[in-house]
């Protein structure tokens, strides 16, 4: 199935658990010895081996010859390995993480002066720094990311005393307890209210908070309607982004990309022909 379907995430979790139970964690195995660590999230797999950078190579094409269907590539650190957003690396006999980003990143935070709710742009700087203070073993690792996202959210147009508070807070974190698994909530019925999201959206979800003793004031109404809620249910307001002007056009009237008008011959100097050039004409 497509990777951009909703489900892709779980069925490539459970084709790989399965491969694994049945070839890699099996006597059957010649590897098994010198993996001393295998961790999997998803496609990507963390491997700590003990044998030679040779044997490691063997064990790559050993795998793909296992299965046709999965293509297993391996990239190989002594001191210093990447995996998702981690750069692992040895600190004194010792592993220890930093963050890491991929030579393509790009400053994609939300800016500021978008029209998504002022709670919502006043937090991220937080859970961004957070990110940082969770990922990073020591302050001195830290502090240097800390700056580089600090310019990021300026170029976004964050007001300093937001970025500063927040880089304060993150810093002043135990990281122990950021990294301790969040307690379990226990599972409550909700009753959902969505809608499109609009500039009034705050002023709906503010109503529905004040006067949702007066929505549920109604048992009987509400056990009809929600058996599985009865009494007083809990509100939860989700409003929804609306539909973008592009979204109704189909793949086929968007404009070119610059490799579709190579493939298909088309330069600067000579363009295809006078009414095509000028309907699909370069982007600016």
Known sequence: TSMGSTFAPSLACLYVDHFERQVVVHDDNPFLQQSKLWKRYIDNILLVWTGTREEALTLSNWLNAANPF???????????????????????????????????????????????????????????????????????????????????????????????????????????????????????????????FNPLSNRIQRIIKEEWKILTSERDRWELHFPTAPGSPRGFYAPRHGRKLSDPASPDMRPLTAGALTQLGYTRSRPLCRDYARTVGPRR
Request: aromatic share 10%.
């Open 70 to 196: 999965l293509n297993f590539t391996m990239t190989i650190g002594d001191n210093r390995l990447p995996f998702l957003d981690l750069l692992i690396y040895e600190n004194y006999g010792a592993l220890a993480t930093e963050v890491y980003y991929k030579p393509m990143d790009r400053n994609n935070l939300l800016q500021f002066q978008s029209f998504h709710p002022q709670a919502l742009k006043e937090n991220l700087p937080v859970g961004q720094f957070l990110r940082l203070r969770q990922n990073c073993s020591t302050l001195t690792d830290y502090r240097k990311h800390a700056y580089k996202l600090a310019k990021k959210l300026q170029a976004k147009d964050y007001p300093t005393h937001l970025v500063k508070r927040a880089c304060k807070r993150a810093r002043n974190n135990n990281r122990d307890q950021l990294l301790q698994p969040r307690a379990t909530k226990p599972d409550m019925e909700q009753i959902v209210c969505m809608t499109t």
